[in-house]
């Protein structure tokens, strides 16, 4: 688990330095021959920002259509390999088998583009007075296989140290579904690529896991930053013991928050063709100022110009 951690945090802190060290990003300007339709197949951690480029865009551009369709990461790249959709949301990077199965049907591989920067909180009710938790303890309390270093299960707030008002209270926790790429990155990060508790209530969508711990007073569960509500409150992490680190702005951007991660979209990008004018717009707009205030919006952070410079240059958009 340490490693993962170290990685996240030396590309979070090389997110840092680009965001000092480059210019601004770049307005978009339309331009002509943008038409048809855009269909975008993926994450719901993704759906509100993907939502927000479409709607922007057809603003922009009145002759095209299109759907935002967010069941979860995992039917991002069958959509993709299938040519059902052009754009795949991920909150999570495809895994092995995904892409073999794309470069199978197309023969070269999907490209992903970072778009976003997300980081997973863990929330609990507003009037629970819990300080904090590490790595040990939401080892100990999601995952029944305790991979992390735990060495005991822990089912009740008691047993985190709450007064003695919470000793027969259980913790019931909320999470995401294994369609979720929110819940692979929880279980390959926080629990070591251990097993959940079979009492993990598993919700389709981000939202409902924030609204099901504001319902309940003994309640936890893990989400994006981004679904905070007024119900709940966000509790700083840490790595080991009480070192606590809040999910702030600042504190993900330098990597010192360590859920931290990036946010993709996926697209079939062949080696040699350009992408479609419809395409390459939207994509150009992603990473455009404009785009990049709509991810500021749905409560993520932008991507700085260097790395949109980069993944604009991925697609042939910009030359290196």
């Given at each position: 688990m340490k490693l993962h951690v170290k990685l996240a945090l030396y590309a979070l802190s090389g997110i840092?330095?680009?965001?000092?060290?480059?210019?601004?990003?770049?307005?978009y300007h339309k331009t002509t021959g943008v038409a048809g339709s855009l269909l975008s197949v993926g994450s719901d951690t993704l759906a509100?920002?993907?939502?927000?480029?479409?709607?922007?865009?057809?603003?922009?551009?009145p002759n095209v259509n299109g759907q935002v369709q967010a069941s979860g990461s995992a039917t991002a790249p069958p959509a993709l390999t299938e040519g059902t959709a052009q754009f795949g949301p991920m909150s999570r990077p495809m895994r092995t088998r995904e892409i073999e199965a794309f470069e199978r049907t197309h023969g070269y591989k999907p490209t992903a583009l970072r778009v976003a920067i997300d980081a997973i909180g863990i929330f609990v009710h507003r009037d629970n007075p819990i300080e904090g938790l590490n790595f040990t303890q939401l080892?100990?309390?999601?995952?029944?296989?305790?991979?992390c270093g735990a060495n005991h299960s822990i089912n009740t707030w008691s047993e985190l140290g709450l007064p003695y008002e919470w000793a027969k209270r259980g913790i019931q926790l909320f999470g995401r579904n294994s369609v979720s790429g929110t819940y692979g990155y929880f279980k390959q990060n926080a629990l070591c690529g251990g097993d959940f508790k079979r009492n993990v209530n598993e919700q389709p969508g981000s939202a409902s896991v924030v609204q099901s711990v504001a319902s309940s007073i003994n309640t936890l569960g893990y989400s994006g930053v981004g679904y905070r509500v007024s119900g709940v409150k966000l509790i700083p992490i840490a790595r080991e013991g009480t070192d606590y680190v809040e999910p702030t702005h600042a504190n993900i951007l330098s990597g010192k928050?360590?859920?931290?991660r990036y946010l993709y979209v996926y697209v079939n990008k062949h080696p040699t063709r350009?992408?479609?004018?419809?395409?390459?717009?939207?994509?150009?707009?992603?990473?455009?100022?404009?785009?990049?205030?709509?991810?500021?919006?749905?409560?993520?952070?932008?991507?700085s110009p260097q790395f949109a410079h980069e993944e604009l240059v991925k697609v042939g958009i910009e030359e290196q």
């Open positions: 840092a330095w680009h965001v000092q060290a480059h210019d601004e990003l770049q307005d509100g920002m993907t939502t927000l480029w479409v709607e922007e865009f057809k603003s922009i551009y080892d100990s309390i999601f995952s029944s296989t305790l991979r928050y360590p859920l931290s350009p992408l479609t004018p419809i395409e390459r717009e939207f994509i150009r707009f992603i990473f455009s100022k404009q785009g990049q205030a709509l991810v500021e919006k749905d409560g993520y952070l932008p991507i």
